[in-house]
């Protein structure tokens, strides 16, 4: 029986150095390739350079190895895409584009792709929004995250790529710090508290975003791959969410385990990329096909959240 042989585009990110570990857990340190082009800050284990945008080394890679499945994680986000928009159209759709095609070439088995709530713009339902809806994104980012959806399912239906993808919230985790997203404060905002500093946030305090804790996001990437291919009803991308809050909301609950937290706000140019955003997310379709269900909600995430923190800062300091 032939092992699958993970390769992993962008493993250095928020959500790939997570990923790249869980990865490893399951099939084993060697069956899993970590790329990026830089290497990781604590590196561990086999690692490759590598940069999205060179088809002929992506290519090498998954010959080399054997590969059987790509997570494609590499790209600019939603805040920093907006500094400079087109070497982030350049990196995230020609990067996509240069993995599908060797995918396709290359007869790899199967692709995971991610997209994002940034395909979603201000004239889409904000409250409950519809796996189908209107997407007419406002930034770069989120431009391109719609035409990849539709590129992945373009390679389905015309080639037969098993492409997969899920649409991620905002992601909030322990493990690594913020990258460049839109929905960052809600990550930043816990190593604040746990360091005894105040917060300034860049959104207003009633800001309503979806999110989801990273526990829930790895499991549920890991069991969309996992699906027999005819449970996957959606080419484009699955909506995905646990929990929606705001700035204020989140404050409060960690004020039921640090009562001095102070928060203050002070909107900049990230407010209107998520007043553009969705509140909330309708996910049934991804609980019907492929059986998805979060663990984590406000107040277990951020009992977690600082657990784990306090843990890591204690280490630091130690």
């Known amino acids: 029986m032939t092992k699958d042989t993970i390769l992993i585009i962008g493993a250095n990110g928020q959500i790939g150095s997570v990923l790249t570990e869980a990865l490893r857990q399951r099939f084993g340190e060697d069956q899993v390739i970590p790329t990026d082009i830089r290497k990781p800050d604590h590196h561990v284990g086999h690692f490759e350079f590598l940069n999205v945008l060179d088809a002929q080394r992506i290519a090498e890679l998954v010959d080399e190895h054997h590969v059987t499945q790509i997570y494609h994680l590499a790209a600019v986000l939603s805040a920093k895409g907006e500094q400079a928009p087109l070497p982030t159209w350049d990196v995230n759709m020609k990067g996509l584009l240069n993995v599908l095609e060797v995918a396709r070439e290359k007869k790899v088995a199967k692709v995971f792709y991610p997209s994002s709530i940034a395909v979603f713009g201000p004239t889409t339902p904000r409250v409950n929004t519809p796996q189908y809806t209107v997407m007419e994104p406002t930034t770069v980012y989120g431009v ?3 035409s990849g959806e539709l590129w992945s399912q373009y390679f ?13 919230p905002g ?22 508290a746990i360091q005894h500093l105040p917060y300034e946030c860049f959104l207003r305090e009633d800001t309503r975003l979806p999110m989801l804790y990273m526990e829930d996001a790895i499991r549920g990437t890991l069991e969309l791959m996992d699906a027999p291919a005819d449970k996957i009803q ?3 991308s699955y909506n995905l969410s646990a929990m ?19 928060v203050s706000y002070k909107p900049d140019f990230r407010q209107a990329i998520a007043d553009s955003w969705t509140q909330s997310i ?3 379709h991804a609980r019907r096909d492929w059986g998805w269900a979060p663990k984590y909600d406000l107040p277990s995430m951020t009992e977690d959240m600082l657990v784990h923190l306090a843990e890591q800062y204690q280490t630091a300091g130690g």
Do not use: W
């Open 144 to 146: 391109s995250k719609v």
């Open 244 to 262: 929606s809050f705001t700035p204020a909301e989140i404050s409060l609950e960690i004020r039921k385990h640090m009562p001095d937290f102070q």
């Open 156 to 168: 389905y239906t015309r080639y037969g790529l098993d492409v997969r993808s899920v649409r991620y």
């Open 282 to 284: 309708d996910d049934s």
């Open 234 to 236: 959606i080419r484009t």
């Open 171 to 192: 992601i909030i985790g322990y493990q690594s710090l913020p990258g460049g997203g839109t929905t960052d404060y809600a990550v930043d905002i816990y190593h604040k």
